[in-house]
T-cell receptor
Framework: NAGVTQTPKFRVLKTGQSMTLLCAQDMNHEYMYWYRQDPGMGLRLIHYSVGEGTTAKGEVPDGYNVSRLKKQNFLLGLESAAPSQTSVYFC??????????????FGPGTRLTVL | GDSVTQMEGPVTLSEEAFLTINCTYTATGYPSLFWYVQYPGEGLQLLLKATKADDKGSNKGFEATYRKETTSFHLEKGSVQVSDSAVYFCALSDRSGNQFYFGTGTSLTVIP
């Protein structure tokens, strides 16, 4: 099992450009998440999905859109990149269970720089 | 809302020293609690977990006990190694499992 994979690993954009980050998981998890990690801020939730075809806003959703057309994939889009979106982006997935904890499994991250 | 507060870093220790990283939480209901570790250039990995009060999570010599009365989940290790150098995140998950809340992370450097 590959677990959670993210593409690309690195990307440099110019202000105003658009791009899509792809997250894929092969664990058949229902839940998927996108976080950004910034120095001194920890991880902040951007958007999440509790199942195929569903998405919801997290703590910092502005400037991002997401789609979950297939259960195994969760796409994060930046329509018009801004320097404030320079960050490391992590995808995660989890499988809810009755009365059980929901461990999150993380991808290796995408380092995005917006000039 | 739910939140996690953890000890600010960075923390620098000598090999074989005792480690404590403090974590306190605010939550409604009965959350699950986690410690994640992030090694340089990698994603987060689950280190240990606890799902109810008085549970002790343990892994690789690290331990943390879920203390409901003090709303704490402090991470401890009796003798750190250079290979433990990483960033440690405390986190909680509410019972719905829809969202996780992470602390800001504590950077640990262990010197020989």
């Amino acid at each position: 099992n590959a677990g959670v994979t993210q593409t690309p690993k690195f990307r440099v954009l110019k202000t105003g450009q658009s791009m899509t980050l792809l997250c894929a998981q092969d664990m058949n998890h229902e839940y998927m998440y996108w976080y950004r990690q910034d120095p001194g801020m920890g991880l902040r939730l951007i958007h999440y999905s509790v199942g195929e075809g569903t998405t919801a806003k997290g703590e910092v959703p502005d400037g991002y859109n997401v789609s979950r057309l297939k259960k195994q994939n969760f796409l994060l889009g930046l329509e018009s990149a801004a320097p404030s979106q320079t960050s490391v982006y992590f995808c995660a997935s989890s499988q809810p269970g009755l009365g059980l904890y929901n461990e999150q499994f993380f991808g290796p991250g995408t380092r995005l720089t917006v000039l | 809302g739910d939140s996690v507060t953890q000890m600010e870093g960075p923390v620098t220790l000598s090999e074989e020293a005792f480690l404590t990283i403090n974590c306190t939480y605010t939550a409604t209901g009965y959350p699950s609690l986690f410690w994640y570790v992030q090694y340089p250039g990698e994603g987060l990995q689950l280190l240990l977990k606890a799902t109810k009060a008085d549970d002790k999570g343990s892994n690789k010599g690290f331990e943390a006990t879920y203390r409901k009365e003090t709303t704490s989940f402090h991470l401890e290790k009796g003798s750190v190694q250079v290979s433990d150098s990483a960033v440690y995140f405390c986190a909680l998950s509410d019972r719905s499992g829809n969202q996780f809340y992470f602390g800001t992370g504590t950077s640990l450097t262990v010197i020989p």
